[in-house]
């Protein structure tokens, strides 16, 4: 969150606390007495504190004093009494600590704010996504047995990656109230905030609030000019460590535990998962996953001999692991017309919409149906775009 700049920051957030339904007296008084006076220092509380601000100015302590006017036998004077405090109805608190969160949430997805953004229709559009991280801080706030994290195999490699973002993504850091998932994206740096549309604004690619926050959220800190430093943002500290422990558990007693044991004094999980995934797949891992695929793919063959546990569906299985083998693969002169067809379309065709065009063609065709028809098929290392 970048706040924009105002040298009257006390009496705006005077205004501010007003606008969200507390009064003149309480405003003044989180404003001046409990010095309250950015929207950072709101922000940088935790909502333990926001509620212990609300039960201070209720019930402050000490002594203030009284003035005692002139009756007639004596002069006006003073005395010292009990602070009675300043109430704060339920709903004001309530509204506090919507503010809170709202103004948390620009921080983590490094969104600028001004104070006049912190109202009552902005706030209250926050209460489902602040419901929403408090169930999920319930319910993963125990490490997981091991079991429940992906466990990464040499058969699954491509998919342990995926696997573990979902993992991390409803899981929420202790002191950030981020999803973990942000740790290990791709990229370092958050788009421009004016090019980049917020969740619920025309244009915006998020379609969640999560997925705002995994794109945007600060992973280093960023100078006064907006430009990014060296240092670690302070809450993706806590969370790179949080994210650790997730893969030191499962990978502290495996083969693999040689690629992120370097990592383990720092407690760094995001150098620890982006070595693992340079190392299992960096340009020089895929090639030799590419050419031990084609020697594979090139002994596979479906010619209608019938084979125990080889069919059709067998066939689409192993080539969708490696697509760019299939549009050639088939060379059955009955499909020729599914082919064809394919070649004519425009654009960018994905693998499933490869498989729907023949998988519908052949059941409309009657000779797919107890034949004994032919289906030839040779390998040839071709690209899809063919």
Same mark, same amino acid.
């Given at each position: 969150? &970048?706040?924009?700049?105002?040298?009257?920051?006390?009496?705006?957030?005077?205004? $501010?606390?007003?606008?969200?339904?507390?009064? *003149?007296?309480?405003?003044?008084?989180?404003?001046?007495?409990?010095?309250?006076?950015?929207?950072?220092?709101?922000?940088?509380?935790?909502?333990?504190?926001?509620?212990?601000?609300?039960?201070?100015?209720?019930?402050?302590?000490?002594?203030?004093?009284?003035?005692?006017?002139?009756?007639?036998?004596?002069?006006?004077?003073? +005395?010292?009494?009990?602070?009675?405090?300043?109430?704060?109805?339920?709903?004001? @608190?309530?509204?506090?600590? $919507?503010? +809170?969160?709202?103004?948390?949430?620009?921080?983590?997805?490094?969104?600028?704010? &001004?104070?006049?953004?912190?109202?009552?229709?902005?706030?209250?559009?926050?209460?489902?996504?602040?419901?929403?991280?408090?169930?999920?801080?319930?319910?993963?706030?125990?490490?997981?047995?091991?079991?429940?994290?992906?466990?990464?195999? +040499?058969?699954?490699?491509?998919?342990?990656?995926?696997?573990?973002?979902?993992? $991390?993504?409803?899981?929420?850091?202790?002191?950030?109230?981020?999803?973990?998932?942000?740790?290990?994206?791709?990229?370092?740096?958050?788009?421009? *905030?004016?090019? *980049?549309?917020?969740?619920?604004?025309?244009?915006?690619?998020?379609?969640?609030?999560? %997925?705002?926050?995994?794109?945007?959220?600060?992973?280093?800190?960023?100078?006064?000019?907006?430009?990014?430093?060296?240092? *670690?943002?302070?809450?993706?500290?806590?969370?790179?460590?949080?994210?650790? @422990?997730?893969?030191?558990?499962?990978?502290?007693?495996?083969?693999?535990?040689?690629?992120?044991?370097?990592?383990?004094?720092?407690?760094?999980?995001?150098?620890?998962?982006?070595?693992?995934?340079?190392?299992?797949?960096? %340009?020089?891992?895929?090639?030799?996953?590419?050419?031990?695929?084609?020697?594979?793919?090139?002994?596979?063959?479906?010619?209608?001999?019938?084979?125990?546990?080889?069919?059709? %569906?067998?066939?689409?299985?192993?080539?969708? @692991?490696?697509?760019?083998?299939?549009?050639?693969?088939?060379?059955?002169?009955?499909?020729?017309?599914?082919?064809?067809?394919?070649?004519?379309?425009?654009?960018?065709?994905?693998?499933?919409?490869?498989?729907?065009?023949?998988? &519908?063609?052949?059941?409309?065709?009657?000779?797919?149906?107890?034949?004994?028809?032919?289906?030839?098929?040779?390998?040839?290392?071709?690209?899809?775009?063919?």
């Amino acid at each position: 969150m &970048t706040e924009d700049p105002n040298p009257m920051n006390e009496v705006a957030m005077t205004l $501010l606390f007003r606008r969200i339904g507390l009064s *003149d007296a309480a405003s003044q008084f989180l404003t001046t007495d409990q010095g309250i006076s950015k929207l950072e220092t709101l922000a940088r509380l935790n909502e333990t504190e926001v509620v212990m601000l609300c039960k201070i100015t209720r019930k402050p302590g000490g002594q203030i004093e009284v003035a005692i006017p002139a009756d007639g036998r004596r002069n006006a004077t003073t +005395h010292m009494v009990s602070n009675p405090g300043i109430p704060v109805a339920m709903l004001q @608190e309530k509204n506090l600590r $919507l503010a +809170h969160f709202f103004l948390k949430y620009k921080k983590m997805t490094s969104r600028i704010i &001004t104070y006049d953004e912190v109202n009552i229709p902005s706030i209250e559009a926050f209460e489902d996504y602040k419901d929403t991280i408090a169930d999920m801080i319930e319910a993963t706030k125990e490490i997981p047995d091991i079991d429940k994290i992906p466990n990464l195999t +040499h058969e699954r490699i491509f998919e342990w990656f995926d696997e573990f973002r979902e993992f $991390l993504r409803p899981r929420i850091g202790k002191r950030s109230g981020r999803p973990l998932s942000y740790v290990v994206r791709k990229d370092l740096e958050v788009k421009n *905030d004016s090019l *980049d549309p917020a969740f619920g604004e025309d244009g915006s690619a998020y379609n969640t609030h999560g %997925e705002e926050v995994e794109a945007r959220a600060p992973i280093k800190r960023y100078d006064e000019g907006g430009t990014i430093t060296t240092e *670690d943002d302070r809450y993706f500290k806590s969370d790179n460590a949080e994210v650790w @422990e997730f893969l030191w558990l499962r990978f502290k007693n495996g083969k693999y535990q040689a690629y992120i044991k370097p990592f383990l004094n720092k407690r760094d999980g995001r150098a620890a998962f982006t070595t693992l995934h340079h190392q299992l797949l960096g %340009e020089q891992a895929i090639g030799n996953y590419a050419a031990a695929a084609e020697l594979k793919l090139q002994t596979l063959n479906l010619n209608g001999t019938k084979t125990k546990n080889w069919n059709f %569906e067998r066939y689409l299985v192993e080539h969708k @692991e490696q697509v760019s083998y299939f549009k050639r693969g088939i060379t059955d002169p009955a499909l020729e017309q599914v082919k064809g067809s394919l070649a004519c379309q425009k654009g960018t065709t994905t693998f499933d919409d490869v498989v729907t065009a023949y998988r &519908t063609y052949k059941q409309s065709f009657t000779g797919d149906k107890g034949t004994t028809r032919s289906i030839n098929v040779s390998v040839i290392s071709a690209s899809t775009d063919n």
